[in-house]
């Protein structure tokens, strides 16, 4: 089984092979006992010998990934067009105070737009149905949000007074004398 691997020293052997060469370098520890301290230090050499390879190897590979990585990014950066008249709406957008999140929203008309046939600029979106429907459904949030503080008795700008039990009872007494008063009673 052999696979091609460019992060590999040799493309021809495959990563179980290279790690088989690696570990069968090693001496056979079902006799370690019987091994001679001579032995088993030349065993160590060699396998903190291997380990620094395998280590090297990884090191290699990592960075030849990281390398394939930026190569990438930079080719799709260079790839893509400078549109000169979207970066000038853009610009207009901002001026205007539209939010991040609302040219996201002109940028997905527009991209759909475009998958229809029909090439608009981002000023033009904000003539689409769809983003009008946004907006007022953003709107609409907004004031939601707005009638939630008011009724919850935070600031909202009535200025109701807020009454005891006692004088509670005494406008309701206040109010039934008088409804009395004009049936005849």
């Known amino acids: 089984m052999s696979i091609t691997n460019e992060f590999l020293d040799t ?11 690696t570990t069968n370098e090693e001496v056979d520890t079902d ?10 230090a030349a065993a160590l050499i060699k396998l903190d010998a291997s380990n620094k390879q395998l280590h090297a190897r990884v090191a290699k590979a990592e960075a030849k990934a990281k390398e394939v990585k930026t190569a990438t990014i930079n080719k799709t950066k260079e790839n893509e067009p400078i549109n000169v008249e979207e970066q000038i709406d853009l610009r207009f957008l901002q001026r205007d105070g539209l939010s991040d999140e609302d040219i996201n929203q002109l940028k997905f008309i527009q991209a759909g ?10 000023l033009e979106a904000q003539n ?13 949030e907004v004031k939601r949000a707005k ?15 807020v ?8 406008f309701a007494a206040d109010k039934a004398a008088q409804l009395l008063g004009g049936l005849g009673r």
Do not use: C, F, W
Request: aromatic share 2%.
């Open 11 to 21: 493309p021809e052997q495959s990563e179980e092979e290279v790690v088989e060469e």
């Open 31 to 40: 006799d370690l006992d019987s091994l001679s301290k001579e032995d088993l």
């Open 113 to 122: 737009a475009r998958a229809l046939g029909k090439n608009i600029t981002l």
């Open 128 to 140: 689409n149905e769809l983003y009008k429907a946004y907006q007022s459904g953003k709107e609409l």
């Open 147 to 161: 009638a939630q503080i008011n009724s919850n008795g935070a600031s909202g700008g009535s200025s109701a007074k």
């Open 163 to 170: 009454m005891t039990d006692e004088e509670h009872k005494a």
